[in-house]
């Protein structure tokens, strides 16, 4: 009797906790989607994953397999919400799980898979998509990327800094944070997406501060944590052409400081004129 009034309590207690989050959601756009999985444990790491504050609310029922997406369709979408969750291993008919991320789920949460997710996981894949197509995607994606503007108007920083050029690297520098802004989740590649997800929220403050000053030196300050995770995505970006992880080490009070460049000569945006080529090539991303 007491398990019986315990588990009612908790069930409700849940479904007040769903009432309440789903509240606070502006904007709020309502779906149902499948997403494959087995158990309780399952439904936990699906909505961990998909749980935004204020933005998404995903309520997984392991029985039917069916999820219910509540989002602000201003700031999040449907493929959003299923990418986070096929990051963490678990299908839908939209978005597979990387393979080895499904390998490394608890085993009764190792659900049956769609015949599709034998093939090489990708991060879109629609039924009745052909290997064929798949492939021709992936070309697609890599001669259509949609982080060139980002990569293009870093550099674009990247020059004015070099120039000291205080009022044009905040100009660039607006002009880059618009572009981050721009970039649409759901465009990316499942490994890059990751890395955005990761790094997206610091582009935005650095780009941010370096628009917000003409103060080079304030601005040389943040160009140093936004070249770091503008290596971070542009590692796995598959950019057509090389790019050139410089360093130099009298930047940062001496403790060294590194930034992207398209050319392989050394320009030091830290320094200008006064080190023009004060630095080295450490790497060449390909």
């Known amino acids: 009797m007491k398990n019986s009034i315990s588990k009612i309590g908790l069930a409700i207690t849940m479904l007040l906790t769903i009432t309440f989050t789903s509240a606070q959601i502006k904007n709020a756009k309502t779906e149902t989607v499948k997403i494959y999985g087995n158990c309780g444990m399952c439904k936990t790491t699906i909505e961990k994953a998909a749980n935004l504050k204020n933005i998404a609310a995903v309520d997984w029922n392991k029985d039917t397999k069916m999820a219910t997406l509540k989002?602000?369709?201003?700031?999040?979408?449907?493929?959003?919400?299923?990418?986070?969750?096929?990051?963490?291993?678990?299908?839908?008919?939209?978005?597979?799980?990387?393979?080895?991320?499904?390998?490394?789920?608890?085993?009764?949460?190792?659900?049956?898979?769609?015949?599709?997710?034998?093939?090489?996981?990708?991060?879109?894949?629609?039924?009745?998509?052909?290997?064929?197509?798949?492939?021709?995607?992936?070309?697609?994606?890599?001669?259509?990327?949609?982080?060139?503007?980002?990569?293009d108007t870093y550099f674009e920083v990247k020059e004015a800094l070099v120039q000291t050029d205080g009022v044009e690297a905040s100009k660039k520098s607006a002009t880059l944070l618009t572009a981050i802004n721009a970039v649409k989740m759901d465009q990316l590649e499942m490994d890059v997406h990751m890395v955005w997800m990761e790094v997206t929220k610091e582009l935005k403050e650095d780009a941010e501060h370096i628009a917000d000053t003409k103060d080079v030196t304030h601005q040389r300050d943040h160009f140093m944590t936004l070249s770091k995770n503008m290596y971070d995505l542009i590692k796995v970006s598959k950019d057509a052409t090389p790019t050139y992880y410089q360093f130099c080490p009298m930047a940062n009070k001496g403790k060294g400081a590194n930034w992207l460049s398209k050319d392989s000569s050394i320009k030091n945006p830290y320094y200008g004129a006064q080190m023009l080529s004060c630095g080295k090539t450490v790497e060449t991303i390909k």
Request: charged share 25%; with cysteine; proline share 4%.
């Open 71 to 151: 989002y602000d369709a201003t700031k999040t979408n449907q493929d959003e919400i299923l990418k986070r969750v096929a990051l963490v291993g678990y299908d839908s008919d939209k978005f597979l799980a990387p393979n080895d991320v499904y390998a490394n789920l608890h085993g009764c949460c190792q659900y049956d898979r769609s015949p599709l997710a034998s093939n090489e996981s990708t991060p879109a894949i629609n039924e009745g998509t052909t290997s064929t197509e798949m492939e021709d995607n992936k070309t697609m994606s890599k001669e259509n990327n949609v982080l060139n503007t980002v990569f």
